[in-house]
């Protein structure tokens, strides 16, 4: 039996990690699109995917990205995402990877 002390001690808070975390990512990775309510009570709608059980964010922005690419070269099969700045000011960097 755990005690709550031992609990609250082995408490992480759930965060959603970021498609950059990745090495690579098969654009054929399934994408799934919630609506979700942050601790303030405010509505949001975040896209992510699901790789061994952990949920990574995909920024509208790299979803924009990968479109443009796959204009070009249809063939696509795994990309990597890079980024740049912090918080607000994020840039992403989509890189085709074959």
Do not use: C, H, W
């Amino acid at each position: 039996m755990t005690t709550i002390k031992e609990d609250a001690q082995a408490y992480v808070p759930k965060q959603i990690k970021n498609i950059t975390e990745l090495e690579a990512v098969s654009v054929a990775q399934e994408i799934k699109t919630e609506d979700r309510v942050n601790k303030d009570g405010e509505e949001y709608t975040i896209s992510f995917v699901v790789i061994n059980g952990e949920e990574y964010r995909v920024p509208n922005s790299v979803r924009e990205q990968i479109k443009n690419i796959l204009k070009v070269q249809p063939d696509l099969k795994t990309i990597k995402v890079t980024s740049t700045g912090e918080f607000l000011k994020k840039k992403y960097q989509v890189v085709p990877l074959e």
